[in-house]
Each structure stands twice: as structure tokens, then as C-alpha cells.
């Protein structure tokens, strides 16, 4: 099946530094999204990406689907930014999403 | 964006027992799934579900798990015998693919089940 890696694991950032994330995946896909995991739990979109670039305020995300990679950029940071950030992916249009490893990050005030 | 709210959102319980976890889409939508999450791990497929059937799974969703639409609204996993190693967060999701296949899932906040 699908690979799906993300680096770094883990990540910590003074408050306003920026920072880029990074997915790695090992097939085609269809679909993907990128996920912010709050320290509650919940799993909060944040951006649908299988192609092309797409920004919302201080966040970013490129998917260069032909080099099978994915980048989430995150500028200016804040202490709610903590989380875990994960994409997934979709290879086979089936609507069944493989997550990746995750990334921790954590902001420092 | 309109998401699902799932219920409760902590469950605990002895092993061997019955669970069932339920999940109910404030909107119209066709495409269903649930996924769960180990503490401390990644988010892994269960299943999807689709006009009332059961699209795909994964090897995780062995006998003891099924799932249904029992009234057309609440979405229901039910766990027949829980194990331990059932004790995770699990999270309702939903959709609606565009034609072309363009699929954004929503998550809902997850019920996190104890297994004793």
C-alpha cells in the first residue's frame, strides 16, 4: 500500500517564527487534505490540496503531485498553533484516506 | 463548514461488552466513514459507508465491528466484544465527492473509548 511519511516529527518554534512541513508519499493521488489535531483531540481541515497552491492567512500549502509531495507552511506562529499537523491521502478514489505520521509541533511564547 | 457531532464523546467499558458509538451528520450527506486512533498514533481507516452499504474496509475491521443507518440519520459503529486493544479515540467522518472524484472529508470530535 500507499506511504505516506512527514517530517520533521516532531518541532518546536519560537512564537512568530515561521516553519514548513513536509509529506512525502509513495503513490499517485487523488485526493488530500492536510489536518490540524488540536491538544483537545479534534481533527480540524485545513486544507483540501491534491494540486497547485492555496494560502488562508498565515497558512499555506503546495502539493506537487508529480514529485509526490506536499508542503504546509506556516508563518508568524502562535502558541495555538500546537498540535499535531497530518495529511492524508487518497491514491485510489475510493474515498478511503491514509493518514500520515504526523508532525508535533509546539510554540513557544 | 457544517460538521457531525458524535456521541458520547467518552465511553468507558469492561472488555468483552458491547459498544455502540454514534455519529449524527447535521447535513444530508451520502458518504460516511469511521476511522480511530491509538493514543499517540496515527489516524487509520475503518470503513466507509454509502447509501446504506458498506463501501470499502480495511483489515481492521475484522467480525467484531459492524456499522448502519438504523433510522437514516444516526451512524452507528457498534463494537460486539470489546478488547483493549480496542481503546482508542474514534472519529466520525463524512462527505460529499464531487463528480471527478474530488472528496473533502469533515471529522467530527471523536468519542474516546476505555476499554477496562
Known amino acids: 500500500g500507499i506511504q505516506v511519511e512527514q517530517s520533521p516529527p516532531d518541532l518546536i518554534l519560537q512564537e512568530g517564527a515561521n516553519s514548513t512541513l513536509r509529506c512525502n508519499f509513495s503513490?499517485?493521488?487523488?485526493?488530500l487534505q492536510w489536518f490540524h489535531q488540536n491538544p483537545w483531540g479534534q481533527l480540524i481541515n485545513l486544507f483540501y490540496?491534491?494540486?497547485g497552491t492555496k494560502q488562508n492567512g498565515r497558512l499555506s500549502a503546495t502539493t506537487v503531485a508529480t514529485e509526490r509531495y506536499s508542503l504546509l507552511y506556516i508563518s508568524s506562529s502562535q502558541t495555538t498553533d500546537s498540535g499535531v499537523y497530518f495529511c492524508?491521502?487518497?491514491?485510489?478514489?475510493?474515498?478511503?484516506?491514509?493518514f500520515g505520521t504526523g508532525t508535533r509541533l509546539k510554540v513557544l511564547a | 463548514e457544517p460538521e457531525v457531532t458524535q456521541t458520547p464523546s467518552h465511553q468507558v467499558t469492561q472488555m468483552g461488552q458491547e459498544v455502540i458509538l454514534r455519529c449524527v451528520p447535521i447535513?444530508?450527506?451520502?458518504?460516511f466513514y469511521w476511522y480511530r486512533q491509538i493514543l499517540g498514533q496515527k489516524v487509520e481507516f475503518l470503513v466507509s459507508?454509502?447509501?446504506?452499504?458498506?463501501?470499502?474496509k480495511s483489515e481492521i475491521f475484522d467480525d467484531q465491528f459492524s456499522v448502519e443507518r438504523p433510522d437514516g440519520s444516526n451512524f452507528t459503529l457498534k463494537i460486539r466484544s470489546t478488547k483493549l486493544e480496542d481503546s482508542a479515540m474514534y472519529f466520525c467522518?463524512?462527505?460529499?465527492?464531487?463528480?471527478?472524484?474530488?472528496?473533502?472529508?469533515?471529522f467530527g470530535p471523536g468519542t474516546r473509548l476505555t476499554v477496562l
Open positions: 459507508f454509502y447509501n446504506n452499504e458498506i463501501s470499502e
Open positions: 492524508a491521502v487518497d491514491t485510489s478514489g475510493t474515498y478511503k484516506y491514509i
Open positions: 503513490d499517485s493521488v487523488n485526493n
Open positions: 447535513s444530508n450527506h451520502l458518504y
Open positions: 467522518a463524512r462527505s460529499t465527492p464531487l463528480a471527478g472524484g474530488s472528496d473533502t472529508q469533515y
Open positions: 490540496i491534491p494540486s
